[in-house]
T-cell receptor, first 108, second 120 residues
Framework: RKEVEQDPGPFNVPEGATVAFNCTYS??????FFWYRQDCRKEPKLLMS???SGNEDGRFTAQLNRASQYISLLIRDSKLSDSATYLC?????????FGTGTSLTVIP | EAEVAQSPRYKITEKSQAVAFWCDPI?????LYWYRQILGQGPELLVQ????????DSQLPKDRFSAERLKGVDSTLKIQPAELGDSAMYLC??????????????????FGPGTRLTVL
């Protein structure tokens, strides 16, 4: 079983839509959680850390459910510029584990 | 804003040749990671350093790959000989030693721009 699993998509949504991604992790001792954004042929860039209480940054909301071992990312009012791959990352035992990424395309 | 530096950005080589990649982490970041990413997949850890020491190299193909971080700052990843299957993006990342702030961990990784390797 993979440490981190994501639905690869692709998700194709119209501009202005709300879209949600989920990610599950297998290690219950995981300590910290992140969402990264990766544009085609570029490096991953931190979108947001995911805190126990949930956190919001503008149109982006991240939530953590430790009991069910999943992390979610909600994007509201999607923009064309949100088109990218979103990577779920989990730190367990001081090692980072990556999901395969979820592809999002926002359509005009 | 401090960044992770990598060079070269692109490398084309023939199989059986040797290649080397360089990474300079963000100043003060004790932990350095080398990842390999194949198109359509998430990054795969090759080696992790804590200062100059290797913490994890369990996924590093040691018959052809080597990595060093002699002074605990910049690092070099080498492949010799390169094979066709090594074509990928090689990413370097760095992070501070895990710590806690207001009850939450602060151990974010920051990535360099990567080296895209093509083996012909």
């Amino acid at each position: 079983r993979k440490e981190v699993e994501q639905d690869p998509g692709p998700f194709n949504v119209p501009e202005g839509a709300t879209v949600a991604f989920n990610c599950t992790y297998s290690n219950s001792a995981s300590q910290s959680f992140f969402w990264y954004r990766q544009d085609c042929r570029k490096e991953p860039k931190l979108l947001m850390s995911v805190y126990s209480s949930g956190n919001e940054d503008g149109r982006f909301t991240a939530q953590l459910n430790r009991a069910s071992q999943y992390i979610s990312l909600l994007i509201r009012d999607s923009k064309l510029s949100d088109s990218a791959t979103y990577l779920c990352v989990v730190n367990a035992g001081n090692q980072f584990y990556f999901g395969t990424g979820t592809s999002l395309t926002v359509i005009p | 804003e401090a960044e992770v530096a990598q060079s070269p950005r692109y490398k084309i080589t023939e199989k059986s040749q040797a290649v080397a990649f360089w990474c300079d982490p963000i100043s003060g970041h004790a932990t350095l990671y080398w990842y390999r990413q194949i198109l359509g997949q998430g990054p795969e850890l090759l080696v992790q350093f804590q200062d100059e020491s290797v913490v994890d190299d369990s996924q590093l193909p040691k018959d052809r790959f080597s990595a060093e971080r002699l002074k605990g700052v910049d690092s070099t990843l080498k492949i010799q000989p390169a094979e066709l299957g090594d074509s990928a993006m090689y990413l370097c990342a760095s992070s501070t030693f895990p710590s806690w702030l207001a009850g939450e961990p602060t151990d974010t990784q920051y990535f360099g721009p990567g080296t895209r390797l093509t083996v012909l």
